[in-house]
């Protein structure tokens, strides 16, 4: 099973100010399989990028991710009052199975 | 696109439950679907999966007790539980998976609880 971890659990920003999440793979993965998932309470996740580093359909341009190996990042580059929420890294490198990071909330 | 999850209630332990996914606004027939859950204040932790052909995958949590299928000529995804557990209580989200993609679309999702 591949295992993701994101830090910090907690981002505590102001709106303007840049956020960096970090994911990291407990082992390598291709940059393909790895993709980001943004979630506002009481609503259903929403897709944000693919591929580690391609945006979703809609998704400001704000939003940029990046990474390779074992190590993925996503970046808002300077936060809007709606940006603040819980954001999961997610992989389906390997099916078996998939795998979503236990999230990040961005207060 | 819109897809729509009904079925969920509250069930004891040991009981079943049959999950629905109705779906619109695509060509259902050629996208595999998926199924997640989130339990009370917790994190996203996929369930099961479904291939265009109905080629079945599961998490070792539900294999032998949940059951994914399809009716593409309903555009239905289906979750047969079966022998629920109190753990097992959860927010269920159907997504579609397009091909060599992530889950592009999902519903609001269908509340289990198991107590």
């Known amino acids: 099973e591949i295992v993701l971890t994101q830090s910090p659990v907690t981002m505590s920003l102001s709106p303007g100010e840049k956020a960096t999440l970090s994911c990291r793979a407990s082992q390598s993965l291709s940059s393909t399989y790895l993709g980001w998932y943004q979630q506002k309470l009481g609503q259903a996740p929403r897709l944000l990028m693919s591929?580690?580093?391609n945006r979703a359909a809609g998704v400001p341009a704000r939003f940029s991710g990046s990474g390779s190996g074992t190590d993925f990042s996503l970046t808002i580059s300077s936060l809007e009052p709606e940006d603040f929420a819980i954001y999961y890294c997610q992989q389906r490198g390997s099916w078996s199975p998939i795998t979503f990071g236990q999230g990040t909330r961005l207060e | 696109v819109q897809l729509f999850e009904s079925g969920g209630g509250l069930v004891q332990p040991g009981g079943s439950l049959r999950l629905s996914c109705t779906a619109s606004g695509f060509t259902f027939s050629t996208y595999l679907m998926t199924w997640v859950r989130q339990a009370p204040g917790r994190g996203l932790e996929w369930v099961s999966a479904?291939?265009?052909?109905?080629?079945?995958y599961y998490a070792d949590f539900v294999r032998g007790r949940f059951t994914i299928s399809r009716d593409n000529t309903r555009a239905t995804l289906f979750l047969q539980m079966d022998n629920l557990y109190a753990e097992d209580t959860a927010v269920y989200f159907c997504?579609?998976?397009?091909?060599?993609?992530?889950?592009?679309?999902w519903g609001q999702g269908t509340q289990v609880t198991v107590s």
């Open positions: 479904i291939s265009v052909g109905g080629t079945s």
């Open positions: 591929d580690a580093s």
């Open positions: 997504a579609r998976w397009p091909p060599n993609s992530f889950f592009d679309f």
